[in-house]
């Protein structure tokens, strides 16, 4: 059992009161006797709040989790820009019951919503049943994608939550990213990863640099690194602890990738760890931890992701399949990969055949999918970059990079292979969207600059983190031409989020005439970088 201090303790106490407010009803009038305070039921809550997820012209998935044992329900209805009810032929309502949440799922539930109008905003309520009846009910909002060109959508996209030992500091607003990207109202949210730091413990207080001290909020199973099952969907319920995460997922629908730090720092499948603070250093076995807890928490919408219990042997890492396309209408789908379940050994990447960083299955899947996308822009979101040298130790690569601007080697003939046939294939229009390196940045990668040729000019945007410690800029990778185009880091490696300015998240506006326009900003909402692409026809 971990000591807390009495800051802890008593907002520990107080969030139980609230709690247990909430589940009982409403409290007894000030003047009432004991013996006259009536007998009431214990009301299922949604402590964590409610979340939409990977969100298409014709379906959304709905989640969320309840205090106790108890049956999803949803209740949708069209809504106007108003917010009120659309009647008559507009009009859209309906009533899902979902499936049960039970203590195998840590109570969380999902219903996968289908059938739904194309361009409709909803109004979404969720709560849970039991033997007692109807508990709790959360409102919140989501749109469907537009089912024609004629109508712009927009989105945001940013990694890296509560990282480096910053988590949610209440003295300055929470994580207030969170707020910024929710103010601009984008359509959905793509999180490019590290979702959680299940390997980087918050302390109560930490001393920053310049001798300010930073507050967390903490809770038990932030106080060490996640092994145990517990502690990993500790890690998720603690960032749901966030009022400005929380407001965000009820109104804006997510995309959630993962990376590394849901489990450990720079994994791949079959290491053993050397790290002192693990009594379990098989990476397998917390990786089936990880992404358990992750699936369970995260609103996916592909049968093959969603995890169910039993699916997992206890003990073994057995991934199922998260990369998928999002079909956001005739102007965009997204393509999400997944950079981190199918990848080899971290070595220094320069060796003579190729090795893995999404493996053959994944990379057949995704050469198909964008050749028969017919969207105007396909956004590849990738949970590592391209060009950008991220090293793991002195000598071994993390990402695809190798630090050799020569032919490619390594990963980095997988990557060549799937530019190489965007090409031999017609694909135009594709965008690379990405995080993990705690810094924002444009870059631009043309064959006239590159080692390899055989491909189109494309852009890579990099965003991130929102609520981390800043670190970058990092050196690049002339493999495939990057031109730096633009990038801001934070002052110093592992600064605080404290005002902002190194935190950074990626928005984007499609017009109706399908211009691609792309910003860079920071936490405050400021803009720092701006590009317009137009479509090739």
Known sequence: MTDFSRRTLVKSSLAGLTLAGLATGAAAPAGAAPASIPLVRKRLTLPAGIATGDVTTDSAVLWSRASGPGRLTATLQAIDDAGEILRGRYGFSRTIRGPLATEDSDFT?????????????????????????????????????????????????????????????????????????????????????????????????????????????????????????KEFRGRHRYNSLDANMRAMFAEIPVIAQWDD???????????????????????????????????????????????????????????????????????????????????????????????????????????????????????IAADLPLGIVVPDGPVNQESLSNRDNGAPLGRELEIAGVLSAFKKYGVKNTVWLTADVHYCAAHHYSPERASFTDFDPFWEFVAGPINAGSFGPNDMDGTFGPEVVFSKAGRFPGESPRNGENQFFGHVELGADDSFTVSLRNANGEAVFSKVLAPER
């Open 261 to 379: 730090h849901e489990t450990h720092n720079n994994w791949y499948p079959g290491q053993i760890l050397d790290d002192a603070r693990y009594t379990e250093r098989n990476v397998n076995v917390l990786a089936a931890r990880g992404r358990q807890a992750w699936q369970e928490n995260m609103p996916i919408a592909d049968s093959a992701a969603l995890w169910r219990p039993g699916t997992y042997d206890a003990g073994q890492y057995q991934p199922a399949r998260i990369y998928r396309k999002i079909s956001r209408g005739p102007q965009l789908d997204i393509f999400c990969l997944d950079m981190r379940t199918y990848k080899s050994p971290n070595t220094d990447g320069k060796e003579p055949y190729a090795t893995n960083i999404l493996g053959q299955e994944q990379v057949d899947w995704l050469i198909k999918e964008v050749r028969q996308s017919k969207a105007t822009w396909k956004v």
């Open 109 to 229: 539930a999902k219903i996968h919503a289908k059938g739904l109008p194309a361009g409709t905003r909803f109004r979404l309520e969720l709560n849970f049943e039991d033997d007692n009846g109807a508990g709790e009910a959360v409102q919140g909002t989501f749109s469907t994608a537009p089912g024609n060109k004629s109508s712009s959508q927009s989105f945001v996209w940013t990694g890296d939550t509560a990282g480096q030992g910053w988590g949610i500091n209440d003295e300055i607003g929470g994580m207030r990213g969170y707020k910024a990207m929710h103010d601009v109202h984008p359509d959905f949210f793509i999180h490019s990863g590290d979702t959680i730091y299940a390997d980087g413990p918050i302390a109560e207080t930490v001393t920053e640099k310049d001798g300010q001290v930073w507050r967390n909020i903490v809770t038990e199973e932030v106080s060490k690194v996640a092994e145990t099952l």
